[in-house]
């Protein structure tokens, strides 16, 4: 079955505490983002990745960083999280710019 | 900066109406453009994609794509119950750029 995996589904954690979202997918796509989601804000693009090692910044990548060391997966890495990061995330691949993209099941963080 | 706009509802309509849900965006040079339906709490599912003007019918929906008067539209006919959910517009730019706008979502209520 295609699809994108993301781990954990939820964590609750503390200020500071460096945490990583994984995100895999099994559709030999090109292309992965992750998006946060917030009340009132829509989904916002943080990071994406056209291509193994190459990634780029989306609209709100301040406090996060990605990697793209194996095309299947797209870890999100928050070094020092903050109460402002408290969110609900999604990965998401397609095969190109133009291809609708598959979405996770989303990860809910809380940050005190 | 690009922007998708939505009206954010709740536009609520009876079983079996016709509902019509309505997306405009500023860049002219977006090239595709995409409707996804979302559940409370669930991640965004595709319901359609357009990429020429004119109509686009899959079942009981439609996406409408106007170019020039930069608008795109997806109408749900024969509205059931299930077809409760935020529906979100995204839109991507043209190639090389992969960083998809999305509308902020229109809620959809349809009631027996």
């Known amino acids: 079955e295609a699809q994108v995996t993301q781990n954990p589904r939820y964590l609750i954690t503390v200020t500071g505490k460096k945490l990583t979202v994984t995100c895999s997918q099994n559709?030999?796509?090109?292309?992965m983002s992750w998006y946060r989601q917030d009340p009132g804000l829509g989904l916002r693009q943080i990071y994406y990745?056209?291509?193994?090692?190459?990634?780029d910044k989306g609209d709100v990548p301040e406090g996060y960083k990605v990697s793209r060391k194996e095309k299947r997966n797209f870890p999100l890495i928050l070094e020092s999280p903050s109460p402002n990061q408290t969110s609900l995330y999604f990965c998401a691949s397609s095969s190109n710019s133009n291809q609708p993209q598959h979405f996770g099941d989303g990860t809910r963080l809380s940050i005190l | 900066q690009k922007e998708v706009e939505q009206n954010s509802g709740p536009l609520s309509v009876p079983e079996g109406a016709i509902a019509s849900l309505n997306c405009t965006y500023s860049d002219r040079g977006s090239q595709s453009f995409f409707w996804y339906r979302q559940y409370s709490g669930k991640s965004p599912e595709l319901i359609m994609f357009i990429y020429s003007n004119g109509d686009k019918e899959d079942g009981r929906f439609t996406a409408q794509l106007n170019k020039a008067s930069q608008y795109v539209s997806l109408l749900i006919r024969d509205s059931q119950p299930s077809d409760s959910a935020t529906y979100l517009c995204a839109v991507n730019g043209p190639g090389g750029s992969y960083i998809p706008t999305f509308g902020r979502g229109t809620s959809l209520i349809v009631h027996p």
């Open positions: 990745s056209m291509n193994v090692e190459v990634t």
């Open positions: 559709m030999n796509h090109e292309y």
